[in-house]
């Protein structure tokens, strides 16, 4: 009896809570209103997919090499805005916001799983003609990645050029996720924490990522928060958050890709990671992790006090060490 009072006490919470949180609109903001004017959008399975294309506002971009560029959790595609305009110099940009996040469609019912999505991006790449690609990829895009990588190996449908990865999950058993990320992984239970945690708490656990001194400020923690729950059904984060579980069931194919693709006779990938080494989940020591697993392991380390968003904490020098690596590309 105790227990039912208990999730009667819940439900009836969540739909205060609901009744009285008013709606969420990312447009009023000019950086996310911006960025969605830029991009297109593409259908997958019958839902919308926002993603960034640089050739709506540079028209040599289709002569141009192209780049994939894949973000993190929870947050967007928004991520890259502000590497952007040097990365749009040589490459062609495409940037989905995944199912589920940022502007794209999150229906309540559907199985996003790492698969899923790269089943989405190679049907977008499809549908731009495009066969052969670079990658930078942040956090779940980093996992995202490797099993790109590892499609390689299966079939080779499509050529991948290279590949840099930035702060992420490449090695579960390096992966540092907090109480609260494997909270909200837990069915029903991550379902009430989507309910009940404010938006604005949500912001702070952001900020846990981010080093001490590039702290994001209130108004980027709102434009980050209201990409993630924009329409956002009642158990999106439980969703999402199931990648950890995948990253322990296919550790051995994705870790084994990166050292795969190098090694292939016709068309090696190089493959570079850029780390910012503060980062409490998946900083230095990822790092180091990844030069213990990986043969002939290329890696840059940031500054010390840069930590799990690269490219919104050091842009400058996180450019510098991607361009550098494109540099030498044979």
Same mark, same amino acid.
């Given at each position: 009896?105790?227990?039912?009072?208990?999730?009667?006490?819940?439900i009836v919470g969540i739909l205060l809570k609901k009744l009285l949180t008013p709606s969420i609109n990312p447009y009023r903001f000019p950086k996310i209103?911006?960025?969605?004017?830029?991009?297109?959008?593409?259908?997958?399975?019958?839902?919308?997919?926002?993603?960034?294309?640089?050739?709506?506002?540079?028209?040599? /971009?289709?002569?141009?090499?192209?780049?994939?560029?894949?973000?993190?959790?929870?947050?967007?595609?928004?991520?890259?805005?502000?590497?952007?305009?040097?990365?749009?110099?040589?490459?062609?940009?495409?940037?989905?916001?995944?199912?589920?996040?940022?502007?794209? /469609?999150?229906?309540?019912?559907?199985?996003?799983?790492?698969?899923?999505?790269?089943?989405?991006?190679? &049907?977008?790449?499809?549908?731009?003609?495009?066969?052969?690609?670079?990658?930078? /990829?942040?956090?779940?895009?980093?996992?995202?990645?490797?099993?790109?990588? /590892?499609?390689?190996?299966?079939d080779r449908k499509y050529i991948i050029l290279s590949t840099v990865f930035l702060n992420g999950g490449l090695f579960p058993e390096a992966h540092r996720?907090?109480?609260?990320?494997?909270?909200?992984?837990?069915?029903?239970?991550?379902?009430?924490?989507?309910?009940?945690?404010?938006?604005?708490?949500?912001?702070?656990?952001?900020?846990?990522?981010?080093?001490?001194?590039?702290?994001?400020?209130? &108004?980027?923690?709102?434009?980050?928060?209201?990409?993630?729950?924009?329409?956002?059904?009642?158990?999106?984060?439980?969703?999402?958050?199931?990648?950890?579980?995948?990253?322990?069931?296919?550790?051995?194919?994705?870790?084994?890709?990166?050292? &795969?693709?190098?090694?292939?006779?016709?068309?090696?990938?190089?493959?570079?990671?850029?780390?910012?080494?503060?980062?409490?989940?998946?900083?230095?020591?990822?790092?180091?992790?990844?030069?213990?697993?990986?043969?002939?392991?290329?890696?840059?380390l940031l500054q010390s006090h840069i930590g799990h968003y690269p490219n919104l904490e050091d842009p400058q020098n996180t450019l510098k060490y991607f361009?550098?690596?494109?540099?030498?590309?044979?």
């Open positions: 009896m105790d227990i039912i009072l208990i999730l009667f006490i819940i209103h911006n960025w969605s004017r830029q991009g297109k959008y593409f259908n997958f399975d019958g839902y919308p997919v926002f993603y960034y294309d640089s050739s709506v506002r540079d028209t040599s /971009a289709n002569s141009k090499p192209v780049l994939l560029l894949l973000h993190g959790y929870p947050t967007s595609s928004l991520d890259w805005i502000d590497m952007r305009d040097e990365l749009e110099t040589k490459f062609h940009l495409i940037a989905p916001d995944y199912i589920g996040y940022g502007l794209s /469609a999150k229906p309540i019912s559907f199985s996003y799983t790492i698969s899923t999505q790269v089943n989405m991006i190679e &049907q977008l790449l499809n549908s731009l003609n495009i066969n052969q690609f670079h990658i930078l /990829a942040h956090d779940v895009g980093d996992t995202i990645a490797q099993e790109f990588l /590892a499609r390689q190996i299966d996720a907090f109480i609260m990320m494997k909270l909200l992984k837990t069915p029903i239970i991550g379902v009430i924490l989507q309910a009940i945690i404010p938006r604005h708490a949500i912001g702070s656990g952001i900020n846990r990522v981010f080093g001490s001194s590039t702290q994001r400020t209130q &108004q980027e923690l709102d434009e980050m928060t209201s990409l993630l729950f924009f329409n956002a059904p009642y158990n999106l984060i439980q969703q999402l958050q199931c990648y950890l579980n995948e990253r322990a069931a296919n550790r051995d194919r994705w870790v084994n890709a990166i050292n &795969q693709v190098q090694a292939l006779e016709k068309n090696p990938i190089r493959v570079r990671l850029i780390d910012g080494p503060c980062d409490p989940i998946s900083g230095k020591h990822m790092l180091d992790r990844y030069r213990e697993v990986i043969h002939n392991p290329d890696t840059c361009l550098d690596f494109h540099s030498n590309l044979s």
